[in-house]
């Protein structure tokens, strides 16, 4: 276990989930579908039909330094889209 980051709240993935039923993730590179799919069945007692996943880059970063300009990378991470039964749901803002 230990694959879910955490859950992906913005508008437009927001606006996915009340039309299609469809929540996202962030979750770690190594995790594939499978996993993904028994993590959130088990922490939020939902039956999940599909998982679609992609990876995607850190954003850029720069420092201003005594020894000049260093460039770099934050960590690179995955998205999950997963995809509930009909009729079942996910509410992140219950456990606030």
Do not use: H, W
Request: with cysteine; net charge positive.
């Amino acid at each position: 276990m230990g694959y879910i980051i955490k859950p992906l709240v913005t508008e437009k993935m927001t606006a996915i989930t009340e039309k299609q039923n469809k929540f996202g993730f962030i979750v770690r590179p190594e995790a594939n579908k499978l996993e993904i799919r028994k993590e959130v069945e088990a922490l939020y007692n939902v039956t999940v039909v599909a998982v679609n996943t992609c990876r995607y880059a850190g954003k850029s970063k720069s420092r201003y330094t005594k020894s000049g300009l260093i460039q770099g990378r934050t960590n690179a991470y995955k998205k999950a889209i997963v995809t509930l039964k009909e009729g079942e749901t996910i509410d992140f803002y219950s456990n606030i």
